[in-house]
């Protein structure tokens, strides 16, 4: 089994920043594809960052190319969304999820292991 722990959000203005972090535990998430999902109030869960194990490819959202980016640090067993020019349609729970098979895709019921959503408020 996989715990996963997101860590970083919180409420910051329209252009600001936020680093999210999602912390593994139970088993090495180091050949996992890790993604982040997001969740706004009313509106279903959908794809933001996506990353296969080896680093090699990302896969972003449209709507967070060029303000967004996915890291990993396999030795942590962590992984990071940075989010950078935050706007106030960015607010959402944001979940960290674990894809054992290493696709990596924008699907949610690819993934086998979630975190419990974090929040994350951008005012303007």
């Known amino acids: 089994q996989v715990q996963l722990v997101e860590s970083g959000g919180g409420l910051v203005q329209a252009g600001g920043s936020l680093r999210l972090s999602c912390a593994a535990s139970?088993?090495?998430?180091?050949?996992?594809?890790m993604g982040w999902f997001r969740q706004a109030p009313g509106k279903e869960r959908e794809f933001v960052a996506a990353?296969?194990?080896?680093?090699?490819?990302?896969n972003l959202a449209d709507s967070v190319k060029g303000r967004f980016t996915i890291s990993r640090d396999n030795a942590k067993n962590t992984v990071y969304l940075q989010m950078n020019s935050l706007k106030p349609e960015d607010t959402a729970v944001y979940y960290c999820?674990?894809?054992?098979?290493?696709?990596?895709?924008?699907?949610?019921?690819?993934?086998?292991?979630w975190g419990q959503g974090i929040q994350v408020t951008v005012s303007s």
């Open positions: 139970g088993r090495t998430v180091s050949r996992y594809a």
């Open positions: 999820a674990a894809d054992p098979t290493n696709w990596g895709g924008t699907g949610i019921r690819e993934y086998d292991y």
């Open positions: 990353m296969k194990w080896g680093g090699s490819r990302t």
